[in-house]
């Protein structure tokens, strides 16, 4: 497909679902971001644009700021300078209550999981659904929980488990779950995979980029993961240098000079991860190599 089918079929994802949704080209807009604390700048006149339903990576060395740019996106982090505008409406001045308006339209994986360790995953789930629809009865919420759970690739019965019963991975699918209780059209992860070993990392690149197909959802992703942005990344955003350097599918990061993107790219764990992807790719392709 060329890059123009592609990004026809992206469009046709993201618009197949409720027409209330956001229908504008970028769901998220960041203008000449400043973070400080205690006066060192982490944030420095940043710039990003996330398309409408694309998975965009979000990369960069540790303590670049990826974390407090997504924790500024949406809301919980209050930059000293600039703009953010997300599906039309301008967070960094936005009175509480459309906040909370705007907050039911996004579902978020913290880096650390965040699950409630005394609640069930069933009813971690369910918090955000009594927060913004403390009108569902309780058994159809239940219901929504059971099916977000199963949607995230849980059994059944993980919905009464709770969060310290469960492997890593599933605490990640658990958040997920959580994430996607208010059928959001815009999902943030951070580093959804770290931790995780490399098969249940695959599993959960492969169940994130089919959720986004199916749901139609715009994703930010943060990881370090290399592996997960060639498989499932549109394109890729690079933090460094206190802004985003630069954002483009893998292909055109590469042709860029910089040296951390160098690096990164084309660093032994680069150059394996590209091999990798480039043998699943000929694997898929008909007898004869013609695809
Ligand atoms: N609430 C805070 N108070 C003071 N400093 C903070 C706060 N939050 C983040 N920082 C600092 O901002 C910088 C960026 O942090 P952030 O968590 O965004 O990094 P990151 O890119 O997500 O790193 P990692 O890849 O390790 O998760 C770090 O130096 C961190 O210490
Ligand atoms: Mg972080």
Redesign the pocket.
């Known amino acids: 497909m060329s890059e123009e089918q592609i990004a026809a079929s992206v469009e046709r994802r993201a618009l197949r679902f409720d027409p209330e949704r956001f229908q504008g080209e970028y769901p998220v807009v960041v203008e000449g971001l400043v ?1 400080r ?2 006066g ?1 700048a ?1 944030h420095e006149g940043l710039d990003l644009k996330v398309r409408r339903g694309e998975v965009l990576g979000v990369v ?12 500024s996106i949406i809301g919980l ?1 209050v930059p000293d300078e600039g703009q953010i505008e997300v599906l039309g409406h301008k967070v960094t001045d936005l009175a509480e209550g459309s906040q909370a308006d705007i907050r039911s339209r996004w579902g978020v994986l913290f ?1 650390g999981g965040a699950l409630f360790s005394t609640l069930t995953v069933g009813e971690n789930v369910e918090v955000p659904l009594r927060e913004f629809y403390p009108e569902i009865e309780p058994e159809l919420r239940h219901e929504i929980a059971r099916y977000k759970v199963r949607l995230s690739g849980l059994p059944e019965d993980a919905a009464s488990k709770f969060p310290s019963e469960l492997s890593g991975g599933m605490k990640k699918r658990a958040g997920l779950a959580r994430a996607l209780a208010l059928d959001p059209e815009l999902l943030f992860l ?2 959804p995979t770290a931790g995780l070993d490399p098969v249940g990392a695959a599993a959960f690149d492969r169940l994130t980029r089919e959720l986004a197909d199916v749901l139609g959802l715009t994703v930010f992703l ?1 990881t ?1 993961d290399l592996d997960t942005l060639y498989e499932i990344c549109d394109r890729v955003a690079v ?1 460094a240098d206190r802004k985003v350097i630069a954002v483009g599918t893998i292909p055109e990061l590469l042709a860029l000079d910089h040296p951390w993107i160098q690096e990164y790219f084309n660093g032994p764990r680069g150059r394996a991860a590209k091999a990798s992807q480039e043998r699943a790719k000929a694997m898929d392709k008909p007898a004869g190599g013609k695809a």
Not at 64 to 69: D, P
């Open positions: 973070n604390f205690d060192i982490v960069g060395g540790s303590g670049t700021g990826k974390s407090v740019l997504m924790r982090q880096q951070d580093e943060i370090h933090l």
